[in-house]
């Protein structure tokens, strides 16, 4: 039956306008620029080499490991030895090689992510032993297309134990055509029987140099200016990590704006919240010349500006670092400030290692009351005051030698020293104190007449340890100031013998030779009290007047004795 016939007729829909393609979506540096060739991996030269290696000789292991901190390049690592297993070359006959071309079909394929033979899996969010029985049972099969079936696991060490156990046998002997490849960036995680199985790469955390000169690469080729300290600030904060260093590359270039400034430095330290070069020099100027008042007022106008406090001490760390670097003669950075340069140079001709150390474990307590206190910016701020009022402090060395000498130190006085003090005069940091004793008159060496009196000086001059050590197992074979030998028959350790030759330099105004020697050497110090001890006692126990109360006494006991040690 025919159906009936409409007196309308539909036309459809109207024709919709065609849209324009959409513009292709941004690329974050961090993916634009991931190493597409072993040649563009940056910081892994000894992994490269091995590689090639490998590849060339035909001795390919069956399992990789790349283990690292985040962002070095271990899953780009892993998708390019994949590509230089099942390169094919542009012609097609090519073989395994560590320089894939790139361009023929598994290169771009791998490069996509699309090859059908190199499977990606998160093992993050794949940690189930069904997961692992998937791949056993996929590995028996021929690759497809390519010449290798290569498995790549992200984050390996977040599979389960049951997941581990039931890869252990498919990745000690798998088919000749598979592939292994893990990355993880907690390898102490990972099991033992699984590390056993694979050929590890440590790869190592990418210096600063190496990141900065990258970055300067990537910005040129992004059409963008970028000052060298300003690469240099955030190749540090990445702290070895290309992808974080890219990523705040990126933050850095959207924080310039379209203004075509460029990325600065000062752009930089106000975007990671990074205290200012210059203004921690003036604060631990401040900070040198006792000035409590300025320090705290340097420290609040940088607070203000956002400034992390924990930040600020961080700087004032590696100011202090890099003072004693230089004072020891390490080669200057060549990405750093002439001013910064000239400024650590004045310090570490005018600072001595005592204070520098002292500064350094101010600094380093201050940084970790910091990080854990409920008042960042009132701890960092009692941190400087400490750091301050310490430089009152008497220097240790020349405190043993005032007591050594009998001279008694003044006291510390309870307010710290003037501001800055005049140009070309010394801070009170280098001077040991703002209100220093009066020097000791120069009296040349100090060489006790025996071993005995010695190590009482060492005692009294604060070495206890020292004396202690030296008193319960030092035995001299010989003593002629400035030099004696200790028996090898009872060791001193090699630590004991350094700590005490500075003690002794120090306290002695003079250098000592210690020697140990292969003789049997006199009684230790210690011996040698408790055999006078010894002695003392039995010349009471056999007097007369004692002989007479044991014979009335059978069980007399003799406790005191006249010349008897207090702790006997």
Same mark, same amino acid.
């Given at each position: 039956?025919?159906?009936?016939?409409s007196?309308?007729?539909?036309?459809g829909?109207p024709?919709q306008?065609?849209?324009?393609?959409d513009?292709?979506?941004?690329?974050v540096?961090?993916? @634009?620029y991931?190493p597409? #060739?072993?040649?563009?991996?940056?910081?892994?030269?000894?992994? /490269?080499?091995?590689?090639?290696?490998?590849? @060339?000789?035909? !001795?390919?292991a069956h399992a990789?490991?790349m #283990?690292g901190?985040r962002?070095?390049? @271990?899953?780009s #690592?892993?998708?390019?030895?994949?590509?230089?297993l099942?390169?094919?070359g542009?012609?097609?006959d090519?073989?395994p090689t560590i320089?894939?071309?790139?361009?023929?079909e598994p290169?771009?394929?791998?490069a996509e992510? !699309?090859?059908?033979?190199v499977?990606?899996?998160?093992?993050a969010s794949?940690?189930?032993v069904d997961?692992?029985?998937?791949?056993?049972?996929?590995s028996?099969?021929?690759?497809?297309?390519a010449r290798?079936?290569? *498995?790549?696991? =992200?984050? $390996?060490h977040?599979?389960? @134990?049951n997941?581990f156990?039931?890869?252990?046998?498919?990745?000690e002997?798998?088919p000749?055509?598979?592939?292994?490849l893990?990355?993880?960036?907690?390898?102490?995680k990972?099991? /033992?029987?699984v590390?056993?199985?694979c050929?590890?790469?440590?790869?190592?955390?990418?210096s600063a140099?190496?990141?900065?000169k990258?970055f300067?690469? /990537?910005s040129?080729?992004e059409g963008? $200016?970028?000052d060298?300290e300003a690469?240099?600030l955030?190749?540090?904060?990445a702290?070895?990590?290309?992808?974080?260093g890219?990523?705040?590359l990126?933050q850095?270039?959207?924080?310039a704006?379209?203004?075509?400034g460029?990325?600065?430095?000062?752009?930089?330290?106000?975007?990671l919240g990074?205290s200012?070069r210059?203004?921690?020099r003036d604060?631990l100027?401040l900070i040198?010349?006792g000035?409590?008042?300025?320090?705290?007022?340097s420290?609040?106008?940088?607070?203000d500006?956002? $400034?992390?406090?924990?930040?600020?001490l961080?700087s004032?760390?590696e100011?202090?670092?890099?003072?004693?670097?230089?004072?020891?003669?390490?080669p200057?950075d060549a990405?750093q400030?002439m001013?910064?340069?000239?400024?650590?140079?004045?310090?570490a001709?005018?600072?001595?290692?005592p204070a520098?150390? !002292?500064?350094?474990?101010?600094?380093?307590?201050?940084h970790?009351e910091?990080a854990k206190?409920?008042?960042?910016?009132?701890a960092?701020e009692?941190?400087?005051l400490?750091?301050i009022?310490a430089?009152?402090?008497?220097d240790p060395?020349e405190l043993?030698r005032q007591?050594?000498?009998?001279?008694?130190?003044?006291a510390a006085p309870?307010a710290?020293?003037p501001?800055?003090p005049?140009s070309?005069?010394?801070?009170?940091?280098n001077a040991g104190s703002a209100?220093?004793?009066p020097?000791?008159?120069?009296?040349?060496?100090?060489?006790?007449?025996?071993?005995e009196a010695? /190590? =009482?000086?060492?005692?009294?001059?604060?070495?206890?340890?020292?004396?202690a050590?030296?008193?319960h197992g030092?035995?001299?074979v010989? *003593?002629s100031?400035?030099?004696?030998?200790?028996s090898?028959s009872?060791?001193?350790?090699a630590?004991?013998l350094a700590?005490?030759?500075?003690?002794l330099?120090?306290v002695?105004?003079?250098?000592w030779k210690v020697?140990?020697v292969?003789?049997?050497?006199?009684?230790t110090?210690?011996?040698?009290?408790?055999?006078?001890?010894?002695?003392?006692r039995?010349?009471y126990?056999?007097?007369?007047?004692?002989?007479?109360?044991?014979?009335a006494?059978?069980?007399?006991?003799?406790e005191?004795?006249?010349?008897q040690r207090?702790?006997?």
């Amino acid at each position: 039956m025919t159906p009936p016939m409409s007196d309308s007729f539909d036309l459809g829909e109207p024709p919709q306008p065609v849209k324009a393609p959409d513009a292709p979506a941004y690329r974050v540096l961090a993916r @634009k620029y991931r190493p597409q #060739t072993f040649s563009e991996l940056i910081g892994q030269d000894a992994m /490269v080499q091995t590689l090639g290696n490998a590849i @060339k000789r035909d !001795r390919l292991a069956h399992a990789f490991l790349m #283990t690292g901190v985040r962002g070095v390049g @271990k899953t780009s #690592t892993a998708r390019l030895i994949a590509k230089a297993l099942n390169c094919i070359g542009p012609d097609g006959d090519g073989g395994p090689t560590i320089d894939p071309c790139g361009v023929c079909e598994p290169c771009c394929a791998i490069a996509e992510g !699309r090859h059908i033979d190199v499977i990606e899996m998160d093992a993050a969010s794949h940690t189930g032993v069904d997961d692992v029985r998937e791949i056993i049972d996929a590995s028996r099969y021929s690759a497809v297309t390519a010449r290798f079936k290569i *498995y790549i696991i =992200d984050e $390996v060490h977040m599979l389960s @134990k049951n997941a581990f156990n039931a890869l252990l046998k498919t990745l000690e002997e798998p088919p000749p055509h598979v592939k292994f490849l893990f990355a993880t960036t907690e390898v102490n995680k990972v099991p /033992v029987t699984v590390l056993s199985r694979c050929q590890r790469f440590d790869l190592r955390r990418i210096s600063a140099e190496q990141l900065a000169k990258h970055f300067a690469w /990537v910005s040129a080729e992004e059409g963008v $200016v970028a000052d060298p300290e300003a690469l240099m600030l955030i190749a540090r904060a990445a702290e070895g990590s290309a992808r974080d260093g890219l990523s705040i590359l990126d933050q850095a270039i959207a924080h310039a704006g379209l203004e075509g400034g460029g990325v600065t430095a000062d752009a930089v330290r106000q975007m990671l919240g990074l205290s200012d070069r210059g203004a921690v020099r003036d604060l631990l100027t401040l900070i040198l010349a006792g000035d409590g008042a300025g320090a705290l007022a340097s420290m609040r106008r940088q607070y203000d500006y956002g $400034v992390d406090p924990l930040s600020v001490l961080r700087s004032l760390l590696e100011t202090v670092h890099g003072i004693t670097l230089t004072k020891v003669g390490t080669p200057a950075d060549a990405a750093q400030p002439m001013e910064e340069r000239a400024a650590r140079e004045e310090w570490a001709a005018s600072l001595g290692y005592p204070a520098l150390h !002292r500064l350094w474990q101010l600094f380093l307590k201050g940084h970790d009351e910091v990080a854990k206190a409920a008042l960042p910016i009132e701890a960092a701020e009692m941190a400087l005051l400490r750091a301050i009022y310490a430089s009152t402090l008497p220097d240790p060395g020349e405190l043993a030698r005032q007591i050594a000498s009998g001279t008694t130190p003044a006291a510390a006085p309870t307010a710290p020293p003037p501001p800055t003090p005049p140009s070309g005069e010394a801070p009170p940091w280098n001077a040991g104190s703002a209100a220093k004793a009066p020097e000791p008159v120069a009296t040349g060496p100090i060489l006790p007449p025996t071993f005995e009196a010695l /190590v =009482d000086l060492l005692d009294s001059s604060g070495g206890l340890a020292i004396a202690a050590r030296l008193r319960h197992g030092a035995r001299v074979v010989s *003593y002629s100031p400035p030099e004696f030998a200790l028996s090898g028959s009872r060791p001193v350790s090699a630590d004991t013998l350094a700590e005490l030759n500075t003690l002794l330099k120090t306290v002695t105004r003079t250098v000592w030779k210690v020697s140990i020697v292969d003789a049997p050497g006199e009684p230790t110090l210690k011996e040698q009290a408790d055999t006078a001890e010894e002695a003392n006692r039995l010349k009471y126990w056999d007097s007369p007047l004692v002989r007479a109360a044991r014979e009335a006494f059978p069980d007399t006991k003799m406790e005191n004795w006249p010349g008897q040690r207090s702790n006997a």
